[in-house]
């Protein structure tokens, strides 16, 4: 009886801890999702209602019936698909760095990982900001071109998607490098060797060794990567302008000039289930992976 | 250390190596096995004027080695840590490069060529195995690197895990295995290839002392079996003794003695060796004839070989080979400090003039007892033939 009190006592803090920061806000937006909309805004309470839902995929057409609205379900798969390429673009430039980190003297990695972790000292949007000098037209990357005379008309690349997938893959950018050099820097250097002793050459060492041990490190990083920039609205909102709505934006807007809580709850929802759904799907993968055959 | 040990196990070590022969008694078996072996003179990894150093130039690691292993020997590169015989691996396997020198292997000279390119496979002291890659797996890694077909690869992997006794384990990964099983993975990886010399870099001293004694009779069973070249590293002079052709005793980064384990341990060429290998009884002496000295106690002693050059020098002589006799006796005169019981020996630690203890073993037989007391006095018998006269 005495160990039960105990027990309970101890993982209270931490019980604790996740009800109030995870389970009641979530609760919260699950109980407003369900809500009527209020008439200026807000929500009514008790009064429920699946129109939030009914609304991310119908709309009402003039005769008051429901028609299929492919709308947000666009904004969904434009979301997804720049977080998958801004996952990509982030793998592609992380994995060679960390390679490269990982490989240096101890001494010279303390440093390098400091350098790669100075950009989150600076506010996020400040860092937008600053990109936004150097994309647009007339800013530091197309003044340059024009008097190189590499172009001769400016880029044009600012608030369109490739700007977005610039800022993010700028932002996210440490969150790859850093999963991947932990996992790169904790191979014990005798494997490698192994490897090339046995005949591999470095490409081979690389893909049937160093690859395979740092998949830990790039499954990682490609979470840590994927997943807010499913929800990122910063960057598309400043980079990418209001032409390329993104899911961020929608649901920040939803919440704030829209006015729209519950349809704004609904796709935070949408969402949360669609990352859930990435990551169970991988766990399942992973532990049948690791059972032995 | 007990002294008869190794000979028994050499003995059926060299059993092992044979296992068509009818088994022959006590040492002439082994001495046989070894001679033929030594008939075949071929070259397999010729090591010169070998240098290394590291930290730039601080450290150095190798200073000039020369060595040439012969085809098919068991070949063990012993010395204390730091002594460079890891770094000599190193070199042959292609992870370091030298400052200076050159290493071939059958003839082709290595130099520059990566690890990948090298006739030659490792077996790590960590063993070294893929974590991610099942028994088999790692196993085939090699022959996959090679392009072989999967007939081939299937076929040969089979074979590697019935000579490495570990039929059954093909689907474990290597944290399902222990320390011995995954040694033995390491072992049948580096031999799938058929390397031409296989670089052993201490790969027994992570395991308990009774799986080691096994796995020491099963690295010479393979290796009669599989009839390649081993260059075996290690700092255990037992294990050296017990296992190997030949031995080269390092130090510093220098070669001192080249032998087989009963010219290592009975004729060592250096005061370092005679101490390493085995208990040993150091004497300082001063020449008086060709083949006479006198001890700093003015003790006169006669050896059977004039030895090292030189006046002052170190009269070496092993603890079993020396023995006691009845004061008055000729010998050293002494008194019994202390006796030690071991089981198969009893050490006798005897004070002489000049104050030096020496050691002295007498193998205990059924009925056996202690001669003498401590306190008494005695006379240490040196057998002419069993002193070995060593350059300071």
């Known amino acids: ?42 929500i009514i309470w008790g009064q429920h209602s699946l129109d939030a839902y009914v609304q991310f995929l119908f709309e009402r057409d003039l005769m008051d019936r429901l028609a299929l609205n492919t709308d947000y379900l666009r904004i969904f798969a434009r979301s997804i698909g720049l977080a998958a390429t801004t996952t990509a673009l982030t793998l592609l430039i992380g994995f060679p760095t960390a390679l490269w980190m990982a490989f240096q003297p101890p001494s010279r990695r303390t440093l390098l990982v400091f350098i790669v972790t100075v950009p989150f000292w600076t506010n996020l949007l400040v860092r937008n900001y600053a990109w936004i000098l150097l994309l647009r037209d007339g800013g530091v990357i197309d003044w ?4 190189l005379g590499l172009t001769s008309r400016p880029i044009g690349i600012m608030y369109t998607p490739l700007a977005t997938a610039i800022g993010l893959v700028y932002s996210f950018l440490p969150y790859m490098i850093l999963p991947i050099y932990v996992s790169l820097e904790k191979i014990d250097r005798r494997l490698i060797e192994a490897a090339y002793d046995l005949g591999a050459d470095r490409r081979r060492a690389l893909f049937r060794v160093i690859l395979p041990l740092a998949m830990p490190g790039l499954v990682g990083g490609a979470i840590l990567v994927f997943v807010p920039g499913l929800g990122a609205f910063i960057t598309p909102e400043l980079l990418g302008g209001a032409k390329s709505m993104m899911v961020g934006s929608l649901i920040q807007q939803q919440f704030g000039q829209a006015r729209n809580w519950p349809f704004g709850a609904a796709l935070a929802f949408v969402l949360l289930a669609l990352v859930l759904l990435a990551l169970m799907a991988h766990a399942l993968r992973y532990r049948r992976g690791a059972k032995p055959a | 250390m007990s002294v008869e040990l190794p000979r028994t196990m050499r003995a059926s070590a060299a059993e092992a190596r044979r296992p068509a022969e009818p088994p022959t008694p006590g040492r002439a078996g082994g001495e046989a096995a070894r001679a033929s072996r030594g008939a075949a003179a ?6 010169r004027g070998l240098v290394k150093s590291f930290a730039g130039g601080a450290v150095r690691a190798l200073d000039g080695v020369s060595v040439a292993i012969k085809a098919n020997e068991f070949f063990t590169l012993l010395g204390p840590s730091g002594c460079g015989k890891t770094t000599l691996l190193r070199l042959i396997a292609g992870f370091e490069t030298q400052d200076a020198g050159s290493v071939a292997v059958y003839g082709q000279l290595l130099d520059g060529l990566p690890p990948f390119r090298r006739p030659v496979n490792t077996v790590f002291q960590s063993y070294a195995v893929f974590p991610h890659l099942t028994v088999e797996e790692n196993i085939a890694f090699g022959l996959e690197m090679q392009r072989r077909s999967r007939r081939e690869i299937d076929a040969r992997v089979a074979e590697m895990l019935a000579l490495v006794k570990l039929e059954g384990m093909e689907k474990r990964k290597p944290a399902q295995l222990s320390g011995g099983q995954q040694q033995r993975v390491a072992l049948a990886r580096a031999l799938a290839t058929a390397p031409r010399v296989l670089l052993l870099d201490e790969p027994l001293s992570a395991l308990d002392l009774k799986l080691r004694t096994d796995m020491q009779l099963e690295l010479k069973r393979l290796q009669a079996e599989v009839g390649i070249t081993f260059v075996f590293v290690t700092h255990d002079q037992h294990e050296a003794l017990t296992m190997s052709d030949r031995i080269a005793v390092m130090n510093r980064g220098k070669i001192l003695q080249i032998g087989t384990p009963e010219e290592i341990y009975e004729r060592p060429a250096a005061r370092f060796v005679a101490d390493f290998i085995g208990e040993t009884n150091l004497l300082p002496a001063t020449r008086i ?12 002693l006669e050896t059977a070989e004039p030895g090292a050059a030189g006046e002052a020098l170190t009269l070496a002589i092993r603890p079993e080979r020396a023995s006691l006799a009845p004061p008055g006796d000729p010998g050293l005169a002494g008194i019994v400090e202390q006796i030690v019981y071991e089981g198969t ?3 006798y630690h005897v004070l002489i003039a000049g104050g030096l203890r020496l050691r002295l073993r007498e193998q205990n037989r059924e009925g056996s007892r202690p001669r003498v007391g401590t306190g008494e006095r005695v006379a240490v018998a040196l057998p002419a033939a069993a002193i070995r006269v060593l350059a300071e």
């Open chain 1, 1 to 42: 009886m005495r160990a039960e009190a105990r027990r309970i006592g101890l993982l209270a803090p931490a019980m604790l801890t996740i009800g109030v920061l995870l389970v009641v806000p979530l609760g919260l937006m699950a109980i407003i999702s369900t809500l009527a909309r209020g008439p200026s805004g807000g």
């Open chain 1, 144 to 147: 340059t071109l024009l008097k």
């Open chain 2, 42 to 47: 071929e070259v397999a990894v010729d090591c």
């Open chain 2, 289 to 300: 004839g060709e083949r006479r000295f006198r001890l700093a106690s003015g003790e006169e």
């Open chain 2, 345 to 347: 020996d009893t050490t």
